[in-house]
């Protein structure tokens, strides 16, 4: 189950110094490694050598090498300790028990050494790492966050600093300027321990970007966290170096990252701030050096940052090196171009730099503002609504607000906002003597489950002690920022069931059932696919209803009044039309491409793009689009399944022109309405300007110049540009919704043609299944559960997703529904071989065009994706081949298992076949494994990792990243995904 696919380890202790049991101290070089309290496992330099990827002196540990004591450094430490345990035990702290080490995502970065939560949702692919909990894990561990929980907004890799030589310089306009060591630092001021709650301003930011793409990535609604923090007051440190008056000109203090941090400007992430901030005796801003009573965590800015109470995250400086006393504010990049909310009307940042409006102070962010989120019930959870007349459910979440003012109260409403209850909220800090507040609260409302089971949505909104409250609909605005209007759960109803479902407006976990595996704790409408949030599945609607207007587009508009302002809102009206004209774009060369593959210029469908700034937003991380720079990258980003969604939301690529050749099929794409503002154009327009230029519907399929094997078999699939129209010959219902379709090939003596690991392209013209309408092309990729030794046929085993059975997908799969309704006789077109993989025979395969030899393969597979592993273990047993081949195949109950009796077959003939499920029916018998694939069953079902041994995983994303890629990386397998 989820424990098993997360193992509960001792936590690796982030500390950069080495600790006993009582909290001593290393007394000699030798001692230094990983630290460990009494709950902490304890490591050696030598251990964590694979782990030190910028260290120039041997034995470093994560953060560095230490040769003082640090805890002397520390006056009364022992004192801090005993009050930040008190006030663990007082809140219920609770420790991560998850990390044990790196994550082994960034095997390939340079922070595989930092230890970090695998569980985290990394927001900007693997690098750098922007990270948030799952809102479930936040809500677990309650109102102090573990270290490794805590939202984390990193711009590049984080600085490996060292207590004993790291230095703050203090100079600008001040009596005394001066550079302090850290021991210096933390011995000459009295030492402040307080709880602070920090949110990233970003906040809530994906629903934001569902309405119009701005320039930051999709936060969610868990960029919040609660430490407790110990460091020296601002105030004091500028009384001891003489700050001078604001008359002399002293009116900013500017704090100043490490060099190199940030890849922009002068690579310093700095922020300036108000001096009477810095001063103010009512608002504890310190130099946190301790989180959680621990050395703050590497990520959290080891050894020393900028905590300012009530500011968003991104004013508070890690890695702090450098404060300077000014006139003006600094220039650095990050101060002059982050952490703005601008009008509506500022869609780009040209428009910002047009209108001069960067460094204007009444766009600038310093305090949070007030924010209210509701976080159980669980996105996609569901509850039961049988005999549930007497039944209540608790509705829970937390709110913060800024600048030390307190949350006031929280309501809920039923109805749209006509009528509300009062939550009752549980606040754990004590104001301060001048009656601020510096965290979170959490709030609670116990509502009749019939109530909920009538209303189609859940909203709730905080007030602070001003009477002002949130906002009922979303204000876009260019940098996504300070997003808070009432936080809306829709309420949906169960098909068959008497039972509801709850759906938050986004999510950014890949899956729920990640991380949670009971029935009632999630709510999967099929079994396999959760709701993406109401904001992304109704995104037209959304978009339209609150997109912004361009400053030119301000005319007066006498609908709009206040009588019809949600009418108008929520429909979406608008009386107005954009007007849409082409534009000629220049040619590129295949020869300027090549030279700009430094520029990361690419080639998608005949438009060549510049993907420079869209790199760090890629969800998978640069990597993945480095390599194709300079080349054609329009079959990689087909085979990522961009949704017309994404296909939009990547502005971030800069059209340069089209590349040569492809002239006239841009051309004819424009004339049928396409501009580049649209985003790259799907398979169906690229179809419709084919037809265009043809006079025709898209291009049928066409037989390709005969070729004959040595063995005199003739080859139906010669090119995979070109399509190959085949006849349905067969169709076996075998449950259902799975079929098995035997289509005729050219001739009773023909073979596919199809090398084992290759896939084929099917592909017809086709309505919506659901809606009907004009018919559009359509292509989908399967693997043949057949190879070439099946003469005359090709076949293939194909589950049918229904339309109306998924919420994410209420039109279901276009083709596998096309497929369930022929019959034979019917025509289909063929297009391949296509694919990463090659099995050459002999125990070779060829990997993207690699050749090795392997006596040894474990296959994993989920669900549909048994398919390429059941045609290479066919092929083995048929040929005798000199491989070994041993499976795990994971589903959601043993009715879904395709291709089972032939996988039994399989097992006689002595290959090893192994099956998990997530659930069994009551009283069901199996002897399988039972929950989602796990370290254990790996081990038990595929060989042992060696040089001559690869793992081939084919399935869903989800499993394959979360699950089978961390699993095998901890055992040193090799793995390739089919």
């Not at 600048?403 to 549980?426: C, D, F, K, S, Y």
């Not at 292509?779 to 059975?805: C, F, H, M, W």
Request: proline share 6%; net charge negative.
């Amino acid at each position: 189950m989820a424990q098993d696919l997360f193992p509960k380890s001792p936590p690796l202790c982030i500390l950069p110094f080495p600790a006993s049991a009582s909290m001593g101290v290393a007394n000699s070089k030798k001692d230094i490694g990983v630290a460990a309290s009494k709950d902490h496992a304890v490591g050696s330099p030598e251990d964590n050598a694979d782990c030190s990827t910028a260290s120039e002196s041997s034995g470093d540990s994560p953060t560095g090498s230490f040769t003082g004591d640090v805890f002397a450094s520390i006056p009364n430490y022992a004192e801090i300790q005993r009050k930040v345990e008190a006030m663990k035990r007082e809140w219920g702290y609770e420790e991560d028990g998850i990390v044990d080490g790196p994550d082994s995502k960034d095997r390939e970065n340079s922070d595989y050494w930092v230890p970090r939560n695998p569980r985290m949702n990394r927001l900007t692919g693997i690098h750098p790492f922007n990270s948030e909990a799952p809102l479930a894990m936040l809500r677990s561990h309650g109102f102090l966050t573990p270290m490794t929980y805590h939202v984390i907004r990193n711009h590049g890799k984080v600085p490996r600093l060292t207590w004993e030589d790291h230095v703050i310089e203090i100079n600008g306009l001040v009596d005394r300027p001066m550079k302090l060591s850290m021991a210096e630092l933390v011995s000459k001021f009295p030492l402040t321990t307080l709880p602070v709650t920090i949110n990233c301003a970003g906040n809530r930011r994906k629903e934001q970007n569902l309405i119009k793409k701005g320039m930051g990535f999709d936060w969610g609604a868990g960029a919040v966290s609660t430490h407790i923090w110990t460091g020296v007051l601002m105030r004091d440190l500028l009384q001891h170096v003489g700050i001078k008056s604001a008359e002399e000109g002293a009116l900013w203090v500017d704090f100043f990252g490490p060099e190199g941090e940030v890849p922009n400007g002068d690579t310093v992430y700095g922020a300036s701030h108000h001096r009477h901030v810095m001063l103010d005796p009512t608002r504890p801003v310190m130099l946190a050096f301790l989180n959680n009573g621990e050395l703050l965590h590497p990520d959290h800015g080891f050894p020393v940052r900028l905590l300012i109470p009530g500011y968003i995250g991104g004013r508070m400086i890690k890695w702090l090196t450098k404060i300077t006393v000014s006139k003006e504010e600094s220039d650095t990049f990050y101060n002059k171009y982050d952490n703005r909310v601008f009008p509506p009307h500022i869609v780009s940042k040209d428009v910002a730099t047009k209108e001069s409006i960067w460094m204007n102070p009444l766009y600038r962010i310093d305090d949070r503002n007030l924010q209210c989120v509701c976080w159980n019930p669980d996105h996609s959870s569901k509850v039961s609504t049988a005999d549930a007349a007497d039944k209540h459910f608790r509705l829970e979440g937390y709110a913060y607000n800024g600048a030390g003012r307190p949350v006031h109260r929280i309501e809920v409403t039923l109805n749209g906002g006509r009528n509300w209850r009062m939550a009752t909220i549980q606040r754990f800090e004590k104001p301060s003597e001048f009656g601020r507040c510096w965290c979170w609260v959490f709030w609670h409302l116990d509502v009749p489950v019939m109530d909920l089971a009538s209303t189609s949505e859940i909203c709730c909104r905080a007030w602070d002690d001003s009477q002002n409250h949130m906002q009922s609909l979303p204000t876009w605005n260019l940098m996504g920022m300070m997003n808070n209007p009432w936080f809306r759960i829709k309420v949906q109803r169960v098909p068959g069931e008497e039972a509801i479902w709850f759906e938050h407006p986004t999510r950014v976990e890949p899956t729920p059932s990640t991380y949670w595996t009971d029935a009632q704790a999630m709510h999967l409408v099929d079994g396999t696919v959760a709701s993406p949030g109401w904001a992304e599945r109704m995104h037209a609607e959304y978009s339209a209803a609150h997109a912004p207007r361009e400053k030119d587009d301000d005319k007066p508009d006498a609908s709009y009044a206040w009588e019809v302002e949600a009418a108008f809102k929520l429909r979406g009206v608008s009386t107005e039309k954009k007007i849409r004209e082409a534009r000629a774009l220049e040619t590129v060369t295949v020869s300027m491409l090549e030279a700009n593959a430094a520029n990361n210029w690419v080639a998608i469908h005949g438009l060549v793009y510049d993907c420079t700034a869209y790199l760090p937003e890629h969800p998978g991380g640069a990597a993945i689009i480095v390599p194709l720079n300079g080349k054609d990258a329009s079959e990689e980003f087909e085979e990522a399944g961009h949704t017309m969604l994404s296909r939009k939301e990547v502005d971030r690529l800069v059209l340069k022109g089209v590349l040569e050749g492809f002239e006239a099929k841009i051309a004819n794409l424009q004339k049928l309405g396409w501009l580049p503002e649209d985003g790259i154009p799907t398979t169906e327009q690229l179809a419709a300007a084919q037809a265009l230029a043809s006079g025709s519907a898209p291009r049928s399929a066409k037989q390709a110049a005969p070729v004959t094997r040595s063995d005199g078999r003739a080859v139906t699939l010669v090119d995979h540009t070109q399509k190959v129209k085949l006849t349905l010959a067969k169709r076996v219902q075998l449950s259902h919704n799975v079929v098995r379709y035997t289509f005729a090939l050219p001739s009773a003596e023909h073979v596919l043609g199809l090398p084992i690991g290759q896939h084929v392209h099917l592909s017809t013209m086709m309505a919506n299944p659901r809606t009907g309408g004009e018919k559009k092309y359509v292509s989908r990729a399967y693997t043949p559960v057949s190879n070439d030794a099946d003469v005359g046929v090709v076949e293939l085993v194909i589950k049918t997703y229904y339309k109306e059975q998924h919420p994410r997908f209420p039109d279901g799969g276009w083709l596998s529904q096309h497929l369930d309704a022929m019959q034979a006789g019917d025509t289909l077109d063929f297009k391949g071989p296509t694919g990463k993989i090659i099995y050459e025979g002999g125990g070779v395969f060829s990997i993207k065009g690699s050749q090795r030899k392997y006596k040894r393969v474990g296959c994993i597979a989920g669900g549909s994706g048994i398919a390429p592993c059941y045609q290479l273990m066919k092929y083995v047993q048929q040929q005798s081949e000199p491989l070994d081949v041993s499976l795990l195949f994971a589903n959601v109950s043993t009715d879904d298992i395709l291709l089972k009796e032939e996988l039994d077959i399989l097992s006689e003939k002595g290959m090893r076949v192994s099956y998990t499920v997530d659930k069994l029916r009551d009283g069901e018998e199996w002897n399988g494994h039972v929950g989602f694939i796990s370290e254990q069953m790996v081990r038990e079902a595929l060989p042992p990792a060696a040089d001559d041994t690869i793992v081939l995983v084919c399935g869903p994303p989800v499993m394959i990243e979360r699950c089978v890629q961390p699993i095998c990386d901890k055992l040193g397998h090799t793995l390739v995904e089919f």
